[in-house]
């Protein structure tokens, strides 16, 4: 297993930027792949944004394409999501899953962080 812990959610004004981090512990050397994903209320877990941990090739969402970055530092079991010209639709909470391949289904990931409530809001 794999334990995921997500900080940095916060209220933001649209247009503005915000930087999530997910510290991960556990048996990290099953894990090929980090992912990001949303969820806000009543709706599906949507994919947002994915890394590979060794060689961090990344995969995006159409709507991250160009607004989010995806990255991490293996050395600090870390992966952030730097997320800018944020609207309100960004509003969710945001979820770092851990899993084997990187794909955009979250049937794909084993282990799931709590999350962390992101509003874009006046």
């Known amino acids: 297993q794999v334990q995921l812990v997500e900080s940095g959610g916060r209220w933001v004004q649209p247009g503005g930027s915000l930087r999530l981090s997910c510290v991960v512990s556990?048996?990290?050397?099953?894990?090929?792949?980090l992912a990001w994903f949303r969820q806000a209320p009543g709706k599906d877990r949507e994919f947002v944004a994915a890394?590979?941990?060794?060689?961090?090739?990344?995969l995006y969402s159409d709507s991250a394409k160009g607004r989010f970055t995806i990255s991490r530092d293996n050395a600090k079991n870390t992966v952030w999501l730097e997320m800018n010209s944020l609207n309100p639709e960004d509003t969710a909470v945001y979820l770092c899953?851990?899993?084997?391949?990187?794909?955009?289904?979250?049937?794909?990931?084993?282990?799931w962080g709590q999350g962390t409530q992101v509003t874009v809001g006046q």
């Open positions: 899953a851990a899993g084997g391949y990187m794909r955009k289904s979250r049937h794909e990931y084993n282990d």
């Open positions: 890394i590979r941990w060794i060689g961090g090739r990344t």
């Open positions: 556990g048996r990290t050397y099953e894990m090929a792949a």
